[in-house]
């Protein structure tokens, strides 16, 4: 009788610790959500008081040199943007596998100019969401673009979501790109 209440005891015990672990786990569904609202977001970027809204019309060269940072042409004539000095603050749905991630990012200075930081505000997909933890966006901290529109620095991938890095990778360039084209207006 002691040898089965024990045995009941250890296989009890294991069967906690496994729905400790399953609990403790992250699932799919709960990666994703929002992250940042946009008045989150807007209060980062500008500490004091968000300015209003700009608009950037893309004339056909950009949307050429989009075509080629995205990998997809652009949908819109325009896009827009929050600036106070020399700092702006862009948000673009790039799309990782198969839904659109929310990426902010915060520009600032003259040629070349600078990223301050980038921003999961929203995360659709099933896989990837690793790249809103700091960890892989503080990587873009400080980064500029070259003459050829890439990243002056390599961005590691994040095992599992090499589309979710890509795109949020190309939303950088893309924000570094048209922060130079609005300081030529």
């Keep these: ?24 786990m992250p699932l799919p569904a709960q990666s994703k959500g929002v992250y940042l609202t946009l008045e989150e977001f807007q209060s ?16 056909a060269e950009d949307r050429k040199i989009g075509e080629d940072i995205l990998l997809h042409s652009y949908n819109g004539l325009r896009v827009r943007y929050w600036q106070h000095e020399e700092r702006t603050a862009w948000i673009f749905n790039e799309i990782g596998k198969t839904e659109p991630i929310t990426i902010g990012i915060i520009v600032e200075g003259e040629q070349p100019a600078k990223i301050v930081s ?31 529109h890439r990243l002056t620095d390599n961005i590691d991938n994040v095992t599992g979501a090499t589309l979710s890095v890509r795109a949020v990778t190309k939303s950088a360039r893309w924000a570094l790109y048209l922060h130079g084209q609005q300081a030529k207006q």
């Design 1 to 24: 009788m002691l040898n089965i209440a024990g045995s009941l005891y250890l296989i009890m015990k294991k069967r906690l610790y496994l729905l400790i672990i399953l609990c403790l």
């Design 44 to 59: 980062i970027a500008f500490a004091e008081q968000t300015p209003e809204v700009k608009k950037y019309w893309l004339s």
């Design 118 to 148: 980038v921003h999961i505000l929203e995360f659709r997909e099933s896989r990837g969401w690793e790249v809103k933890y700091p960890f892989f966006l503080e990587q873009f901290d400080q980064l500029s673009l070259d003459n050829k």
